[in-house]
Nanobody
Framework: QVQFVESGGGLVQPGGSLRLSCAAS????????MGWYRQAPGKQRELVAQ???????NYPDSVKGRFTISRDNPKKTVYLQMNSLKPEDTAVYYC????????WGQGTQVTVSS
């Protein structure tokens, strides 16, 4: 059964940084493209960062230059370094495969507020 456990969220002031982690229980993890998604209240879940099998990265314009996704295949872990955080980054953050599949984890809350 595929599971994801996200951690590292919290309350941070605008301009601050956070590093999220996601432990994935997936066999053959290195063969999956992985992504970080977020869902703000009243909005649809959106993909904010993805990393391919060979390490190619892709981001929407809203986070480009501020967020960095990385992966550690032996540890089956995906990271999201978030810098220069803005109030509009406030959301619950999840990781999953790209495209998404399996069960979603509980996510980790990120709140950007002064």
């Amino acid at each position: 059964q595929v599971q994801f456990v996200e951690s590292g969220g919290g309350l941070v002031q605008p301009g601050g940084s956070l590093r999220l982690s996601c432990a994935a229980s997936i066999s053959m993890f290195s063969f999956y493209e992985m992504g970080w998604y977020r869902q703000a209240p009243g909005k649809q879940r959106e993909l904010v960062a993805q990393i391919s099998l060979i390490g190619s990265l892709n981001y929407p314009d809203s986070v480009k230059g501020r967020f960095t996704i990385s992966r550690d295949n032996p540890k089956k872990t995906v990271y999201l370094q978030m810098n220069s955080l803005k109030p509009e980054d406030t959301a619950v953050y999840y990781c999953n495969t790209v495209p998404s599949g399996g069960l979603w984890g509980q996510g980790t809350q990120v709140t950007v507020s002064s």
